[in-house]
């Protein structure tokens, strides 16, 4: 995971003002603790726990919407096909957290990857270790530019 690929995922935090969640099972863990980290520093995400539903939500999403999809093996899209939902001009941004550098689909906008072994018992720890260290970049991004809520100054 490189610093620039992390602040380039906040400023899009910051820039977008719909903002969607989410991963399969172990990684929506991460997903939820991003939305809860985000709301208490006054930043509204959405989430859901459905993978239908998830896939709903990114397959109507518009350009003015971000999507963040936490996946530790990268595979979240390899079970439902999106491509021609995103054949549209109106696509939302699309990232993805994962702990593998292999290649997305072409209409994820950005991949944040960091080093993994891939084994079960790190899974979800290393997501949600990734999800706070978003939410912290978030922060400090809020505060030097001034724009941190009132309750956190």
């Known amino acids: 995971m490189t610093k620039k690929m992390l602040s380039a995922l906040v400023d899009d935090l910051r820039v977008y003002q719909k903002v969607f969640v989410c991963g399969m099972l172990k990684a929506q ?3 939820v603790n ?3 980290d985000l709301l208490m520093q006054g930043k509204l995400v959405h989430t859901s726990v459905s993978y239908a539903e998830q ?3 990114i397959a109507a999403a518009a350009h003015d919407e971000m999507v963040v999809v936490f996946s530790y093996t ?3 899209f390899d079970a439902y096909d999106l491509s021609d939902s995103f054949a549209r001009l109106d ?3 699309v990232w993805m957290v994962t702990g593998t550098k292999r290649p997305q ?3 994820v906008y950005g991949c944040l990857s960091f080093k993994s072994s891939h084994s079960q ?3 979800p720890f290393q997501l949600e270790m990734i999800a706070a260290l978003i939410a912290q970049e978030y922060a400090r991004a809020m505060e ?3 724009d941190l809520p009132e309750h956190l100054r």
């Open 55 to 57: 896939l709903g939500h």
């Open 74 to 76: 990268g595979s979240y």
């Open 144 to 146: 030097r530019t001034n």
């Open 121 to 123: 018992l790190a899974h």
């Open 34 to 36: 991003l939305q809860v």
């Open 29 to 31: 863990a991460a997903a």
């Open 91 to 93: 696509r939302p941004r």
């Open 105 to 107: 689909p072409e209409f």
